[in-house]
């Protein structure tokens, strides 16, 4: 027993951050699983027939991204690749912040598109956030809007304004290298099924329930001073970290606790911190400051940059009880 017990936090601290698959360059996309091309089939929500695929970010420069947009429609999905998305000014890593805007703004506002999926996040998200001008946005609380990492700045003012409906997850460049059971949690969120329960590790045991906000922790901190800025009451958050060191995470934890990010919200769950310190050193962080959030506190969720990760809908609701979180049915 005694054997069991010393290695089981070696066992725990994996979980924060192994990848499930050998990752190629970019963090955000992955060596692909199969050559199935059907993989995508039925992976949207059942109204989602016309998918907008937009940059707002970095370019998507591998042809992983490609080959994810490729996929949607192999699966029958009418894709829509908004005009700046492949476009790259010279010597730096977007299309001109026209461009992302204009994009933005076509993808919104066509209604024949039911849903707006990154191809990827990188940087650039923050740049497109902080002069889009809201008012040119048709009020569309129904249109699905999917990314994550760099992304969490726009699903996180989607959600502040009331406006779209906003979804972390996995992007084009990802999807041929997800592994199945991440699209398969990604097929069952979309048509509102059952997800869970999912074991999670507890830094600070206690149940609670809550609607879901997730985003990437240095997006999170920097969206502390942003006028779109949601309210995170009542919610359980989900966090992943990735390239961020031991020192930077112990930063952005401090600015969440200093701008009281945490205040009202209902639990907080530390996913799948990657390219960082040393799995034990990442435990011993969070271990260190969980208990100072103020909520029940796990662990261990398979979210982030791996090719593990699972898909986490704002609009469904999470519940933590016995140390595992379920994500009931619609």
């Known amino acids: 027993m005694k054997k069991t017990l010393f290695i ?5 601290s994996a979980v924060i951050a192994a990848p499930a698959r050998k990752a190629v360059r970019d963090a ?5 699983a199969d050559d199935n091309i059907r993989r995508c089939v039925n992976i949207m929500p059942p109204k989602v027939k016309t998918i907008a695929c937009i940059a707002p970010g970095s370019f998507p420069n591998s042809r992983f991204h490609r080959k994810g947009v490729e996929l949607l429609r192999q699966a029958g999905y009418k894709v829509k690749v908004m005009p700046h998305a492949f476009v790259r000014q010279k010597k730096v890593s977007q299309a001109p912040l026209e461009g992302r805007l204009s994009d933005f703004y076509q993808a919104w506002n066509d209604p024949e598109v039911d849903m707006i999926f990154c191809i990827r996040g990188g940087r650039g998200s923050e740049e497109v956030m902080d002069n889009i001008n809201w008012k040119k946005l048709k009020h569309r609380p129904d249109l699905y809007f999917q990314g994550y990492s760099d992304i969490t700045l726009i699903t996180a003012a989607l959600l502040a304004k009331g406006n779209g409906h906003p979804i972390a997850g996995p992007m084009a460049g990802a999807l041929s290298g997800l592994d199945a059971e991440s699209l398969d949690v ?13 074991k999670l590790v507890p830094l600070v045991p206690g149940d609670c329930k ?4 997730a985003g990437l922790l240095h997006r999170l901190a920097v969206l502390t001073d ?8 009542g919610r359980i958050i989900f966090i992943e970290s990735v390239g961020a060191t031991a020192q930077k995470i112990r930063e952005q934890l401090d600015t ?7 205040n009202g919200s209902a639990g907080v769950v530390f996913c799948q911190f990657v390219r960082t310190a040393p799995k034990q050193e990442i435990e011993k962080i969070l271990r260190e400051y969980a208990p100072k959030i103020g909520t029940p ?3 261990g969720f398979p979210f982030g940059h791996t090719s593990k990760s699972y898909c986490l ?4 609701t999470a519940v933590i009880k016995n140390s595992a979180v379920t994500f009931p049915a619609k």
């Not at 089981?8 to 725990?12: D, K, Q, V």
């Not at 809908?313 to 469904?316: G, H, I, L, V």
């Open 256 to 262: 969440l606790l200093k701008k009281k990010f945490f």
């Open 226 to 233: 942003k006028p779109y800025l949601p309210s995170v009451k």
């Open 186 to 198: 990604m097929r069952k969120i979309h048509h509102g099924k059952q997800v869970g329960p999912v």
């Open 210 to 213: 809550g609607m879901v906000f």
């Open 313 to 316: 809908d704002f609009t469904r």
């Open 297 to 299: 506190v796990y662990m």
């Open 28 to 32: 955000e996309i992955f060596e692909p």
């Open 8 to 12: 089981l936090p070696f066992l725990l």
